[in-house]
């Protein structure tokens, strides 16, 4: 092929207003030691894909972009996810002729990322116009190659089909070097300028003016990790996901209306935390300690959303249509709306921070250059050990700590009760991380019962929950409604004292039947397992 490109692209990529790039600028200038004018040119792009979006389905990018007389094509596919706004895609580049693309020779991986689409099944579906100014840094590196880093400001527009948008974003690309000469330079630019990471592409950008959709949503999935794996491989495929995964679902906890957008967010913030505590006894706190405190600031904003977000929607939800007064639910409800609204206000406030930039920024680079490993690699490090061989000790902590603080469940309050679904949620967060050491019917019927044991104890925090949350209303009423939201709290804080009664015979039912199992990493000896997530 002529003029041809295949390479791993490897950039950080800033969300930015237009008033943000001059302090960019500033920012690299002071980093890379320059004083020379930032080169400028205008690029015009046009993105290719089938009537139906396949493509975009394939999480493939198509595009011929012109600079001057110089066309050039490239084909992006997904690489690996290194979490955050830190993109790691193959990338094909070559020089066409024409405004044609050429796809009769594509190299075998090209071909493999687009699939069985046909050359006349494409066309251009979106145009992307920039303004471009850009830099190069160079950094010398004594411990291994010099890094040679391009910096980008980008203002552009986007026309998709009868829409188009502004944008203005920031990035850094390594041409040259390893990551963590990369992130040496990348975290002085960002401490300087800490712009929020960004996930979102030019063409993503597109898709969501050509498709007018809003915001989406985006679950993470669960860890199914294999007995060879071991935990320093296991952390490399969790923290990656799970990172990505909080700023895939940032711009639907800003906008507000789809209550999975904070709940999402919130499950890969917990599965962080999680992690630090089923691996903790392998990891060194002094290279995790900040992880466990920005987590647990994360995770605390983002609960008062969640927790107004399940009550008005599932709380008053249960109770609507079971003769309670209607006006009087109405009056709680509206009461809540503003509740959450409130608290939905301080998660904006949150993920515009700076904290949270400079977290983010913190946790891409961290996964970037396995920053829980210390280097140069030891191979005695505990974290080298294949799971098969740690797994069984690691379930078995939360498991004694459990039964510990169950002992005489039924005899135990709300706040025993509650105390005790904390360690229940703990060992079930361990068990979802190792269970596929474990294959087999012992790994199953004890995940059944611990699942049905922790629905119970669920429906437990819920009623607590929906006695708490009704209080707060109830104790906060202006003069105007006071009587009204004392009415509804009473019918429903007595709904849910009903159920709490109902409750407990089934949860004592369940408990028993729990611990006579054997838990299964003692049933036999840990297996292969499989890999991949579910």
């Known amino acids: 092929m002529t003029a041809e490109q295949a390479s791993r692209e490897f950039e950080l990529k800033f969300s930015a207003e237009p008033k943000d790039l001059q302090r960019f600028k500033k920012a690299v200038n002071a980093a890379g030691k320059n004083r020379r004018q930032w080169p400028k040119k205008t690029l015009v792009s046009r993105y290719f894909d089938t009537e139906d979006l396949r493509l975009r389905a394939l999480g493939v990018s198509m595009r011929l972009r012109s600079n001057g007389g110089k066309v050039v094509q490239t084909i992006k596919a997904r690489a690996g996810n290194s979490g955050g706004g830190l993109m790691d895609r193959h990338e094909w580049e070559r020089d066409v002729a024409g405004d044609e693309l050429v796809l009769s020779d594509l190299p075998i991986g090209a071909r493999r990322a687009i699939g069985a689409i046909r050359d006349d099944e494409l066309g251009v579906v979106m145009e992307v116009h920039i303004e471009r100014q850009s830099m190069i840094i160079r950094r010398a590196n004594p411990l291994g190659p010099d890094a040679v880093i391009e910096a980008v400001l980008d203002e552009g527009r986007i026309v998709a089909g009868d829409n188009q948008d502004t944008f203005a974003e920031c990035e850094l690309e390594l041409i040259e070097g390893d990551p ?30 050509l498709t007018g959709e809003g915001p989406k949503t985006y679950r993470v999935p669960k860890f199914q990790l294999s007995g060879e794996q071991t935990i320093h491989t296991a952390l490399a495929e969790i923290y990656p996901v799970c990172i990505a995964n909080i700023v895939e679902n940032e711009e639907a906890c800003l906008d507000g209306t789809d209550p999975e957008g904070v709940h999402q967010m919130r499950v890969s913030v917990r599965r962080l935390r999680t992690s630090l505590k089923v691996f903790g006894d392998y990891l060194d706190p002094a290279r995790t300690a900040w992880m466990e405190d920005d987590l647990k600031w994360l995770g605390n904003a983002l609960g008062p959303a969640r927790d107004w977000d399940v009550y008005i929607a599932e709380m008053l939800g249960n109770v609507s249509g079971y003769g309670i ?115 087999g019917k012992a790994t199953t019927a004890y995940v059944k019962s611990l699942q049905s044991l922790q629905d119970q104890f669920g429906h437990l925090n819920d009623v607590a929950q929906a006695m708490r949350m009704t209080g707060e209303l109830t104790d906060n009423g202006n003069e105007a409604n006071t009587r009204d939201l004392a009415l509804a709290g009473g019918l429903v804080q007595g709904w849910y004292a009903r159920a709490l009664k109902q409750t407990a015979p089934e949860l004592l039912k369940d408990w028993k039947k729990f611990k006579k199992l054997q838990p299964f990493w003692l049933a036999r000896p840990a297996s292969g397992g499989t890999k991949g997530g579910s």
């Not at 406030?349 to 930039?357: D, E, F, G, V």
């Open 180 to 209: 963590n000469a990369f992130f040496t330079v990348a975290s002085e630019i960002h401490n300087a300028c800490p712009l929020p990471m960004s996930a979102l592409t030019k063409a993503g950008r597109g898709y969501r003016l």
């Open 325 to 439: 007064d209607e006006d009087a639910l109405a009056i709680l409800r509206n009461a809540a709306e503003k509740r959450r609204a409130e608290a939905y206000e301080h998660v904006r406030k949150t993920l515009t921070s700076r904290r949270y930039a400079k977290m983010m920024f913190h946790l891409t680079a961290f996964v970037a250059v396995e920053g829980w490993l210390s280097m140069p690699i030891n191979p005695a490090d505990p974290l080298l050990q294949p799971l098969d061989r740690c797994a069984a000790e690691i379930l078995s902590k939360p498991h004694r700590k459990l039964l510990k603080q169950a002992k005489n469940l039924e005899d135990q309050d709300m706040e025993a009760r509650h105390e005790v679904r904390i360690r229940l949620k703990k060992l079930r967060y361990a068990v979802d991380f190792l269970r596929g050491v474990y294959a």
